[in-house]
């Protein structure tokens, strides 16, 4: 047998440090929050101010981290108050399949 | 055996009924963009229909027409009599009421309207034009879209439907479907004591949604069926609590976009070209939630909210 059988793993915060936002989806920004839609699924999600800003953030290089302090910035509150709230929307990204594995990963 | 009609049928568009009773009545109409020819083997159900459509009756069927057919039958074992309603050549309903005929012929249009008109993007919603703008009250069933659509129209308004919001994606125009708007029997004594004359009108029977009556939209308003070409320029997603003080308050795009691929009939067929077309609609409108109680306060409330 030619290739390579890969079992697909869960995405997870852990086992994907620097996800990725998904390419192949559709995209609405409006007003500063965003529709995203999954063709695939058939699915809409709306995105708040904040889960997009984190979302659009996450080009594949960019852990979380370095996102809540993006984030932390722009709001100008301090990186421990958006810590938690970064990772939650994170894990739900990933659960949801709007993030995938980063570009080193 | 009983004389039982022998259907068969050759295309979705030419259901030709065999061996039916003399005297079935056969009539077409454009209902906005909706053509539709009906055949009837019961003549109450015929001249109600004729009676409230007479304006938009046709000489011949037009193309694409949704065919729709009243049987008169038995049941095969207790041999009651009973009716059925088809579409296109398919058996939708089977009533024992000759009062249900009218409203499952209704029902029997609106659910090919939701299969067979891929033309429009389809939301479940009551539609109007007011001072040249498209409003929309997208809804569940029961929220009261067609009793605020009826109090609307008697302000002014004039009337595009009250069960579909039908958008041209090529222009985002509403397309006009004005049936005869269906009022459910809670609704009765908000519109009486908004001065029409509902004990005037028939009572219909539709299932377990009880009993409804049908109201021509010229019957509330001379200039309720002339609207001019809109787009959606207010999106009012509305549920109806009884006694409740209205209330409108803005949504956010998203949230509105959201909302509409709820209620949409046909998004499974769009897919991204849907999410696409709503997202054009919901940037050129204001989108609010509107909770109604009281008719008219609720209308006065939805016209001072659009500017009229």
Known sequence: MNGTCVSPRPLDATSTPTPMRRRDVVLHELDGEAVVYDEAINTTYRLNGTAYFIWHACDGLTDAGAVARSLAERYDVPVEAVSEDVAKTLAGLLENGLLVAGKNE | ?308
């Open chain 2, 1 to 308: 055996m009983i004389g039982w009609p022998l259907q068969i049928v050759t295309s979705r568009q030419e259901a030709v009924v065999r061996g039916s009773r003399a005297g079935c009545d056969t009539a077409s109409f454009r209902i906005g963009v909706v053509p539709v020819t009906i055949r009837s083997d019961d003549e109450g159900a015929f001249r109600a229909f004729c009676d409230l459509y007479h304006e938009m009756r046709l000489e011949e069927p037009a193309p694409e027409s949704i065919d729709v057919r009243v049987r008169r039958t038995r049941n095969g074992k207790s041999l009651r009599r009973r009716y059925e309603v088809w579409a296109d050549g398919a058996r939708r309903f089977a009533v024992w009421d000759r009062r249900s005929i009218l409203p499952h012929m209704e029902w029997s249009i609106n659910w090919h309207i939701m299969l067979y008109l891929p033309r429009y993007y389809q939301v479940h919603a009551s539609a109007l034009e007011v001072g040249g703008a498209g409003v929309i009250f997208p809804a569940a069933p029961q929220s009261g879209k067609s009793t605020l659509a009826a109090g609307m129209v008697q302000r002014g308004a004039r009337y595009l439907s009250d069960e579909f919001a039908l958008i041209d994606p090529e222009t985002l125009e509403l397309a006009a479907y004005p049936k005869a708007l269906c009022i459910k029997e809670g609704s009765f004594s908000a519109l009486e004591a908004t001065g029409v004359k509902m004990a005037t009108l028939p009572v219909y029977l539709k299932g377990k949604k009880g009993a409804v009556r049908f109201i021509r939209p010229d019957f509330l308003s001379t200039s309720a069926t002339t609207p001019r070409p809109c787009r959606v320029g207010h999106i009012m997603f509305c549920r109806y609590r009884p006694g409740a003080t209205p209330e409108v308050r803005s949504i956010s795009r998203a949230d509105a976009l959201l909302r509409l691929a709820r209620q949409s009939f046909n998004f499974v067929k769009f897919r991204s070209a849907g999410v696409n077309l709503m997202a054009d609609v919901v940037r050129s409108a204001e989108c609010y939630e509107l909770t109604s109680g009281d008719l008219g306060r609720t209308c006065d409330l939805v016209l001072r909210t659009v500017g009229a």
